[in-house]
Every structure is written in C-alpha cells, then in structure tokens.
C-alpha cells in the first residue's frame, strides 16, 4: 500500500509501544512491573462515576455542539477563572476526547508549512511530531538536568526568529516532572511581548499533581498573555479519567470558533453524558484528588530515594507529575538499549530518554503511578539486574 507523502513524518508515543511489549511478555507467563505508562492506577471518584452513569439514564447520549455543552462550557470557564486568575467567558473555552486533540488543532490552525515552533526536548513526543506532520520547522528547546529541568530563559530568546510562529511550553512537565515557577513564566511573557506574532501553547495537564506547597501559574496570567495563549487542561491526571477521553482548551473567542471547525470535522463532538461528568468533576468534592497527590508525593519520595542508591543512576526529586527522570549516563550505555534491557531483563518496564527527544539520550522515565510496594520490587528487581548489563558492557 502507497501512503500519503505527510504518514512517515507522524512519530507515536514510544509508551504505548512499550506497554504493547510488555504485555506480550506477560502473555509468556512473566510478570512486570508497570512503569511506564502515564496512567493514575485509581478509581475515577465515585462522584464522577455515578454522574455519568445517572447522566446517560437521564438522556445525555446524543449529539452536542462541536465547542461542547454550553453547561459544561461555563464550568470551565468558571473553574479557569477561581485557578488561573484570569477572567474566562464560556465562549473562550472548548472540550474536546482528550487533550491531544488540543495539540493537533492548535498546530492546525495557526502554523504554515515552513513556519518555526518552538517546544521542549525532552517533552511530550506529540508535539514534535504534529509540528513535522504539518511540514513546520521543529525547533528543539533543550530542557536540562542542570538548569532543574526547566528551560533556559536567554537560549529560549535566541531561538525566536521573525519564522516563529508558536511556542509550546508544559508546566508541571512531563518526563521530567519540572515546574515553572511564577518569576520564570514573567520572564517568558516580557520576552514575548517583543514578539507580538508569537502565539504560546501552554501545556497545563497536571497542574493539579503538585508537592512541597508548590503553587501552579499560568503564562496566561500575565499582561498582554491571555489573548496569546491557548491553555490545555483535561480531566485524565487529576481525576483518573484517562479512558474518558476528556481534555479541553482555553482560547481567544476566533481560535476556539476554529478549533470548534477543525472539531467538527474530525470528531464532531465530545460525548455528552462524559461532559455532565466533567462538571461534576470540576464542582463536586475535591478530597478524592487530594488524597492521590498525597500517595504520589509518597511515592516519589520511595522511588527517588531508591533509585540513588541504584549505581549509575543519579535522580533529582520532581517537584510535580508523577515522572522521574534518572540520569543514567554513568552506565555507559544508551538510554534505549538500558530500557530494554531492564524490560527483559528486570522484569521493569520505562521509557528510554530519548522517546522524548534527542535531549532525552542519558535518561529513562519511570512513572510512579503504581503502588509503593511494586515501586520497591522495581529497584530491588533492577538492582539484581544491573550487574549483568555491566558485565556486558564489558565484554563488549
């Protein structure tokens, strides 16, 4: 079969794969440990849960408008407004079946062939790849170890060139589990004011998974930045509803009508009973959420320490997410070729650095969205594994 010319630019989410193959080892009789995939392993709230199911018994199993519901609308606007300190009407607002379409529909809309974007490396693999799916320019901003995996204000500011049209920012930050603090993003807003034509995407999935008091801000929130900035949010992380399929964006009222097109023509609409929910999960009790934070604080706090006692690994302590991102350069061996080999032979599946982006290579991400004691089997199985990827490493 001949493919379109734009197919082979399209990359994946490297963790799909990975779970693919680590279930096809649990088929075989072995048993893994799940590190891999983005996934809270709770219960969406009961709350959320009965709305839904009282929701379809009271009808909401039709077609809505593209946007969303107009009820569903309003509650994000208005939780927008309590959480970002900016004042958002429904109409600037829009749901969509996940927060990838928020992605892909803001990179439709506003970028050209040959226009620049700017977007983090190591960062969520979707973005390079829609920026290439369109024929733009990718233009890599490294996020490092040495700078606690946050961007670097200046080098951010030579990257910007009269081509770029979009900047894509992600705090909290997935791999890395790094956080933008208020000063940060005001720098960033300052810059951009010299770049009027510059629109920013800001990836803000898991503002509510934050620890140590850290309080979340949004780049919107500065002047001159909430016309500029498309924010994308969802119910996926801080709600355990991953196979809802519900994420949305806040947006100027002429980007959401367009995004409400592209919408239209791709999905129609967002299921209706899964929307009732939503505003059950933005105004009902938010104790369930709360409780979660505190286990993924605890968590992080069991997976950082073992692994700086693992030899070669060297872990910072996120300060948000539920993602660490060990550096493994003392090892001596690519961060694939480690992930694989801790898959097979460790029983341990994570993602190599690099499923992330080039600046990814010397790194793995380990999700602690699993239970503290498979956290422990998990180091101690990769600690008894270890010796024998040194001893091939030096036979080679």
């Known amino acids: 079969m001949e493919f379109a010319d734009w197919m082979p630019r399209l990359g994946t989410e490297t963790a799909f794969d990975v779970l693919v193959r680590a279930r096809a080892l649990e088929a075989q009789g072995r048993k ?3 590190l891999e995939i983005g996934e809270p392993d709770f219960d969406t709230p009961k709350n959320i849960r009965e709305k839904a199911k009282d929701a379809i018994d009271k009808g909401w199993t039709h077609y809505g408008p ?3 519901l107009p009820e569903t609308r309003a509650a994000l606007a208005e939780y927008l407004t309590k959480t970002r300190g900016v004042n958002y009407a429904p109409e600037e607002t829009i749901i969509m079946p996940g927060g990838k379409p928020v992605v892909f529909f803001t990179i439709m809309a506003l970028v050209n062939p040959g226009d620049e974007v700017i977007y983090p ?9 829609m920026i290439n ?3 733009a320019k990718a233009v890599p901003l490294p996020i490092r170890e040495e700078n606690d995996f946050n961007l670097d204000i200046a080098e951010l500011e030579r990257l910007i060139t009269p081509k770029t049209k979009l900047l894509i920012i992600n705090s909290p930050a997935n791999p890395t589990g790094g956080f933008l603090e208020k000063d940060a993003l005001e720098q960033i807003a300052r810059i951009l004011a010299k770049h009027p034509d510059v629109m920013v995407l800001s990836d803000e999935i898991y503002s509510r998974i934050l620890y140590d008091k850290a309080r979340h801000h949004s780049i919107a929130e500065f002047p001159g930045m909430k016309e500029r900035t498309i924010i994308l949010e969802g119910f996926s992380k801080t709600y355990a509803m991953t196979g809802w ?3 949305y964006a806040a947006a100027n009222k002429d980007l959401v009508t367009a995004l409400a097109r592209l919408s239209t023509n791709c999905h129609s609409c967002t299921a209706s009973f899964a929307q009732i929910a939503a505003i059950e999960a933005l105004k009902g009790p938010q104790g369930e959420v709360d409780k979660m934070v505190a286990e993924f604080q605890r968590r992080r706090d069991v997976i950082v320490e073992g692994l ?4 070669g690994f060297s872990c910072k302590t996120p300060k948000a997410s539920f993602y660490v991102f060990p550096n493994i350069r003392k090892l001596g061996k690519p961060s694939k070729e480690v992930a694989d080999f801790l898959l097979q032979e460790a029983g341990v599946a994570c993602l190599s650095g690099t499923a992330f982006g080039a600046c990814g290579e010397g790194y793995l991400r380990f999700s602690y969205a699993n239970s503290v004691e498979n956290i422990r089997q998990a180091i101690q199985q990769i600690a008894d594994a270890l010796p024998r990827l040194k001893k091939t490493a030096a036979t080679r």
């Not at 490396?121 to 790849?129: D, H, L």
């Open 32 to 34: 893994i440990i799940h």
């Open 66 to 68: 593209a946007a969303g």
């Open 121 to 129: 490396n190591p960062g969520f693999p979707i973005y390079e790849s």
């Open 133 to 135: 799916f369109i024929g």
């Open 245 to 247: 399929r519900l994420g």
């Open 308 to 311: 700086n006692k693992l030899p």
